[in-house]
């Protein structure tokens, strides 16, 4: 008798016992918001959260339901009462505001007609007047009580129940492939890598330019604005705003004096952006929102070098890219995607170089070239000097195949001055088909050393 009274008041407080659960449970739909499109103190529109009762009330077994939002949050005015739950499922509940603030919003469920596990409660369109989701990865959990109405002790669950409703994630992104069909190309008719090789359909590289594309992405995955439903577009969004800045950095030497590095928008029609070159190390320009397709397509961005033709490209380049959006409601940001080699360039030749060379009679001074490939190549020399000297290029002339071919350094440069300058060999070969070495010898003594010959550019301490 003892045991059936505790389960009969047990039973009247709406608690399950004897091996029983406690199974009510708290769900939303969870709602990603574009955090480009934020502040910190953007109200933003959190989704329908739904609580399930988990165990069968009777007619005045009314009860309170607590709302709060995570630590370092806020409700905004009105949150509360626009929250007011609305029933459903069998019975009827009376709810009123027992209490609101920006912390917490507390309600009074007055049963007037038997409640089930079907009986449903839905908080709709409440907002948060602070929150974290202006940074991409945050979330917001919020936490529902069902407690007695003196608030003393928890029903349906023995404690809280926590859901996460909401989260944040960049919208904005590059999408930046790396590119390596771009070829200098050594038997360009107006000098050796004074241009470009001719690509087929794949690679839009002619021999007077050469092109990489990257991509924008605006919100592709339909992230939504402030207002919980409208997908955000950076387009609509940021139109009067600085839009974004693309930068690239390379080497931009050798590019025509104008014109010569220019860049194209194909979203919202076709627009050609002014670009700027800074120390012939970086470029940069604004795409305009303006210019962009409408979210969720992409946009795509193609910058184009283009050759003055007056001197070598070298063999080998990389540039970077990467992108910088301003945001009218949001912080300014980098955007995700960046890629430091991005655009690598190639040649169908070999650069080695010797910063230092002499001619001088006391001395046999020789370069020894290495071919490994199966035919004879062709060679072309550009001499260097110091102070008021001038050089003299030696002619150009061909490494025998599988061998090496030993040149006389007073052949391949002389100086008017001082006898010792530098060299820079440019060979129609692959880079890994070629290996050289400066030979010097004392022809007094001896004495004789070999330093190996290095590769110019991005590879200038790689020793052949």
Not at 88 to 104: D, F, I, L, P, Y
Not at 107 to 113: G, K, P
Request: net charge negative; charged share 10%; hydrophobic share 45%.
């Amino acid at each position: 008798m003892k045991k059936f009274a505790i389960k009969s008041v047990a039973a009247a407080a709406g608690i399950l016992v004897s091996g029983g659960v406690f199974a009510g449970t708290f769900t939303s739909t969870l709602r990603t918001f574009a955090a480009e499109g934020l502040s910190g103190t953007t109200a933003v529109t959190l989704p329908n959260m739904v609580y399930t009762m988990g165990v069968t009330r009777t007619t005045a077994q009314d009860f309170t339901v607590i709302l709060t939002p995570p630590a370092g949050t806020a409700f905004s005015a009105g949150a509360c009462a626009a929250g007011l739950p609305v029933q459903a499922g069998n019975g009827t509940v009376v709810v009123s505001q027992k209490r609101s603030s920006t912390t917490e919003c507390a309600y009074e469920v007055d049963v007037t007609a038997a409640t089930d596990t079907s009986t449903t409660l839905s908080f709709n369109n409440m907002a948060l007047a602070s929150h974290g989701l202006n940074v991409a990865g945050a979330a917001i959990s919020m936490t529902i009580a069902l407690k007695d109405l003196g608030e003393t002790a928890f029903i349906d669950n023995v404690g809280s129940l926590t859901n996460t409703v909401a989260n944040s994630a960049s919208a904005m992104s590059l999408v930046a492939v790396a590119d390596t069909n771009t070829i200098t190309n050594v038997d360009d008719t107006r000098g050796p890598l004074f241009g470009f090789l001719p690509e087929g359909s794949a690679s839009p590289d002619t021999a007077d330019s050469a092109a990489a594309a990257f991509i924008i992405r605006n919100n592709p995955s339909g992230y939504v604005a402030a207002d919980g439903t409208t997908a955000w577009d950076f387009r609509t969004a940021n139109i009067g705003g600085n839009s974004i800045l693309i930068t690239v950095a390379g080497d931009f030497t050798g590019r025509a004096s104008s014109g010569g590095f220019t860049a194209s928008v194909n979203g919202n029609g076709t627009t050609a952006p002014a670009v700027t070159v800074t120390t012939n190390s970086v470029a940069s320009f604004t795409v305009s929102a303006a210019a962009l397709a409408a979210s969720p397509a992409n946009t795509t961005v193609t910058t184009t070098f283009n050759t003055a033709g007056t001197a070598s490209l070298g063999v080998a380049r990389t540039f970077g890219v990467a992108g910088t959006a301003d945001y009218i409601v949001g912080t300014d940001g980098a955007l995700s995607g960046a890629l430091s080699t991005w655009w690598t360039w190639g040649a169908n030749a070999t650069q080695l170089m010797s910063p230092y060379m002499s001619t001088n009679p006391q001395y046999v001074t020789r370069f020894s070239l290495l071919n490994l490939g199966a035919t004879s190549v062709g060679y072309t020399v550009q001499c260097y000097t110091e102070g008021s000297s001038v050089a003299t290029n030696g002619a150009a002339g061909t490494l025998k195949a599988a061998g090496t071919t030993v040149l006389n350094a007073a052949d391949v440069c002389s100086f008017s001055g001082a006898p010792r300058g530098a060299v820079l060999f440019t060979i129609n070969a692959p880079i890994n088909a070629i290996k050289g070495v400066y030979n010097i010898v004392d022809a007094a003594t001896g004495a004789n050393g070999f330093v190996p010959l290095t590769r110019p550019y991005a590879q200038g301490f790689t020793t052949e």
